[in-house]
């Protein structure tokens, strides 16, 4: 069975960091590409970061290239968020998601989150 | 990027059919056969319905149907029932730079 499950959520004052990890299991971790996508409180989806199988490429939304830094342990099957000077408007619950293809996401995780308040 | 279009509601009957648009550009939805769908359910993590603009996962009733014409997307969903009310969301690949784009969602309500 294929499960996803985020970890590292919580509250954060503006202008902090916080990482956050998704462990893997139940496929081949280092066959997917993996991404990290967003919910705000009442919103809607928003794609926040994607890499590729091996690491090698790494993709970014505009809203978040460079505060945001996404990576993988292959080894560890283990997805990474690193989140530096974080904003009250990157308050979501976020997701990690595994794809198969391009830009469908297979499998999501159950969410973990993230709260910029002072 | 900005995301897609779709109608922030739509309602239907058990038993009828209902159609979501998802409305791109020509940068998106319009060039590349990679839209897909997913339903949400109230404190859910998304699921896929519907991939490669019409593709069904394994597991996902032949009730949900997807097509595209131009710059719009659709999703079908036939013999509606109680449990497919949910928010409905449509997603394109975007190109290299941002690959990915969702749509506002849209939330189906089955009266």
């Known amino acids: 069975e294929v499960q996803l499950l985020e970890s590292g959520g919580g509250l954060v004052q503006p202008g902090g960091s916080l990482r956050l990890s998704c462990a893997a299991s139940g496929f081949t971790f280092s066959s997917y590409m993996m991404s990290w996508v967003r919910q705000a409180p009442g919103k809607g989806l928003e794609w926040v970061s994607g890499?590729?199988?091996?690491?090698?490429?790494?993709y970014y939304a505009a809203s978040v290239k460079g505060r945001f830094s996404i990576s993988r342990d292959n080894s560890k099957n283990t997805l990474y968020l690193q989140m530096n000077s974080l904003r009250a408007e990157d308050t979501a619950v976020y997701y990690c998601?595994?794809?198969?293809?391009?830009?469908?996401?297979?499998?999501w995780g159950q969410g973990t989150l993230v709260t910029v308040s002072s | 990027q900005s995301a897609l279009t779709q109608p922030a509601s739509v309602s239907g009957s058990p038993g009828q059919s209902i159609t979501i648009s998802c409305t791109g550009t020509s940068s998106d939805v319009g060039s590349y056969n990679l839209v897909s769908w997913y339903q949400q359910h109230p404190g859910k993590a998304p699921k896929l319905m519907i991939y490669?603009?019409?593709k069904r996962p394994s597991g996902v009733s032949n009730r949900f149907s997807g097509s595209k014409s131009g710059n719009t997307a659709s999703l079908t969903i036939s013999g509606l029932q109680a449990e497919d009310e949910a928010d409905y969301y449509c997603?394109?690949?975007?190109?290299?730079?941002?690959?990915?784009?969702f749509g506002g969602g849209t939330k189906l309500t089955v009266l």
């Open positions: 890499i590729s199988g091996s690491g090698g490429r790494t």
């Open positions: 997603c394109s690949y975007a190109g290299s730079s941002t690959p990915v784009v």
């Open positions: 490669e603009v019409s």
């Open positions: 998601a595994g794809s198969s293809g391009v830009t469908h996401f297979d499998f």
